[in-house]
Each structure stands twice: as structure tokens, then as C-alpha cells.
């Protein structure tokens, strides 16, 4: 499963940023019930993917990056490096056992392929910003 605890964390952080703006690390862990050793890490790998920035001081706190284009499911998810495939077939690098005689490819391996087609369509059906309003 790709969306994993740590994920999740991902999802709530930006959920609470969506919603309130720019906010402090102890803000967001009070509001979406946090460790504050995760919500910092968390923070810290969402801004390496360029999800959110800081602001040091007394003013300061954990914002959205603004972003040229809408952000879907989809898009947190590649920039957090979450494994999308639903089978390792899928990975150019698996050298499938059922491969044999020149065949590229097994009725599994076309069954995978539609399926992973259906949940790239649907992880970037929405942006953030329509799923954080529902």
C-alpha cells in the first residue's frame, strides 16, 4: 500500500496548512494529533519534496509552496517518493519469471497495466484544493 502512515501524515499536514494558512510546527501537531518528533520530520521531507516552506521567528511557521499548477493525490504522492506501482511487474527493472519465449508480457501483467491506468487517472482526478473543501 503506497499510502502509508507517514502519507497519511503528509495528507493532514497539508490539510491543516490548506485550511489555516501559514502555521507553527506545534500548531499543526495540536490541530491533527501529532507527535511533534514526526510532525517535525514530516515537515522537514515535505520541504526537501518541495511542498511547503518556513518562515523563522516570531512570525514565523510552515506554509504551502505556491505552485503553478494545482496539486492532485498524485503529485504529493511522486513528490514523496511513495511507490505508486500496484505490482513489481510494473517496474522496468522486474524481469518477470512468466516472460519466457520472447513473450514481453502475461495476461497478469495486461491486467495490472489497466488497473494501474485507472488509479493514476483517479489519484490526479482532483486537486487538493477540491478534496480539502469537501
Known sequence: MFITRE???VLRILRALYRNGQMSARAISE??????PITYKTLDRMARAGLVTSRR?????????ESREPLSL???LKAMGADLLVNR???EQYRCEAWEDGAKQCGLHRECC???MLLETEL???TLS???KE
Open 89 to 91: 511487474c510494473l517496474d
Open 130 to 132: 477540491e478534496i480539502f
Open 74 to 76: 498524485y503529485d504529493v
Open 7 to 9: 502519507m497519511d501524515y
Open 57 to 65: 521567528g516570531v512570525d514565523g511557521g510552515y506554509m504551502l509552496v
Open 31 to 36: 490541530m491533527e494529533t501529532i507527535s511533534m
Open 114 to 116: 489497466r488497473i494501474q
Open 124 to 126: 490526479k482526478r482532483k
